[in-house]
């Protein structure tokens, strides 16, 4: 009998040490758990913290690019509504009557004939796109920088096309004998002037000018539109990022 109960007792001391033992491992893995997650922790914030700094960094860069273009956009449609205010100058010139060859072509030459290289700065958009990190920054900022700079894309290209036009009629007075300012330069130039025939060409010369200047002026009417929708954009994605800073 005794035996028997010194049996029992050294079972359950045995089994004592087990759940022990066992508790204590569990323990040690509940602990390295822990650890694992603080560690995933530490790194997810770290990453997130990147994350963050890099979209600040494209933040600040949006707004530089962003204020340019609102500057030069400005000074775009300046510039525009002084050349158109010169040709409603030389439109009001035809209430005169009888106008001489001469004068129309004086009053022509007195035009703009400047044309312009139309530019964003939308490297940092681009780059965005590019890498893929446009996901950092808020749906409704993205879609409008997409939306800013496939409107700028067809400013340029709509500016190209008409201005394209244009070069080729004031290529066609070139080939009939004359170019803006040309005509003064022949005042003392008789034998040369007759030569060239110019007064002969007038009419080609006259008309060519004018469509023209139609196209040109036209081109910039539309630009002055389009210039101020994208300044209500930039505007309004200036104000969004302002307010995620």
Do not use: C
Request: hydrophobic share 35%; no cysteine.
């Amino acid at each position: 009998m005794i035996k028997f109960f010194r049996k029992i007792r050294q079972k359950m001391l045995t089994e004592n040490k087990f759940s022990k033992y066992l508790l204590y491992a569990i323990g040690e893995i509940i602990l390295v758990i822990i650890g694992i997650l603080i560690a995933l922790s530490i790194n997810n914030w770290n990453e997130n913290n990147k994350l963050e700094e890099l979209k600040q960094v494209y933040y600040q860069q949006l707004l530089i690019d962003l204020n340019k273009d609102k500057e030069y956009i400005i000074e775009k449609i300046n510039l525009y509504n002084s050349r158109i205010e010169d040709y409603e100058n030389y439109l009001n010139t035809f209430k005169k009557p009888n106008l001489s060859i001469h004068e129309v072509l004086q009053n022509q030459n007195k035009l703009n004939f400047a044309t312009d290289n139309i530019r964003f700065q939308n490297s940092t958009i681009e780059t965005l796109e590019n890498t893929g990190n446009n996901k950092l920054i808020p749906v409704d900022i993205a879609n409008r920088l997409t939306e800013l700079k496939r409107s700028q894309e067809l400013v340029i290209e709509f500016t190209n096309l008409n201005y394209g036009y244009y070069m080729d009629n004031i290529k066609q007075t070139g080939l009939s004998g004359s170019i803006p300012g040309f005509e003064e330069r022949l005042k003392n130039q008789p034998e040369l002037k007759e030569y060239l025939n110019i007064e002969n060409n007038s009419d080609k010369i006259i008309v060519s000018i004018e469509y023209a200047q139609y196209l040109k002026i036209y081109n910039e009417r539309t630009n002055i539109k389009q210039f101020k929708e994208i300044l209500t954009n930039i505007e309004a994605i200036i104000e969004l990022i302002n307010s995620d800073i």
